[in-house]
């Protein structure tokens, strides 16, 4: 009886080594397949809409007209005396920026489609992203002295 269970014991452990690790990857593996087959991620990987292309002009316009220059700066530059972030140029993709803009976290307002439209916050991030990035503090003789 003893030798039986040593036996079966032996068998067991045999097959664990030789096919335990080909039992754990199948149904792993059989899981990823199933999951890159499904309708839902194949959803997912293609786009749904084209990327909405930015006026420069327009953007401007609306920068100004929306009022952002008036806690940003004309610029982008941001100020201090109104807690305005610096905004140009950005360092968002344009996504974030315009979820940033939908939902702030701060004092800035929620800005939703109905006060300004996808267009016009591509075309303000257009704007923002023309502005040319400020000299860096080694490049200012004033600052080097």
């Known amino acids: 009886m003893e030798n039986s269970l040593k036996n079966r014991a032996f068998i067991l452990s045999s097959a664990r ?26 959803a997912q990987q293609s786009p749904v809409a084209t990327p909405l292309a930015g006026n420069v002009q327009n953007g401007k316009k609306y920068f100004t007209s929306n009022g952002c220059y008036e806690c940003h700066g004309l610029q982008g530059q941001g100020a201090t005396q109104t807690g305005g972030a610096r905004i140009g140029p950005p360092i968002l993709s344009l996504e974030s920026f315009m979820s940033y803009v939908r939902h702030p976290a701060n004092q800035m307002p929620p800005y ?8 016009d916050l591509t075309d303000i991030y257009a704007y923002l992203k023309s502005i040319p990035l400020p000299p860096k503090g080694k490049d200012i003789p004033l600052l080097n002295k």
């Open 17 to 42: 080594n030789k096919f335990g690790v080909l039992r754990f990857l199948f149904p792993v593996f059989a899981a990823a397949v199933l999951f890159l087959m499904s309708p839902a991620s194949r």
């Open 112 to 119: 939703t489609i109905k006060a300004i439209s996808d267009q």
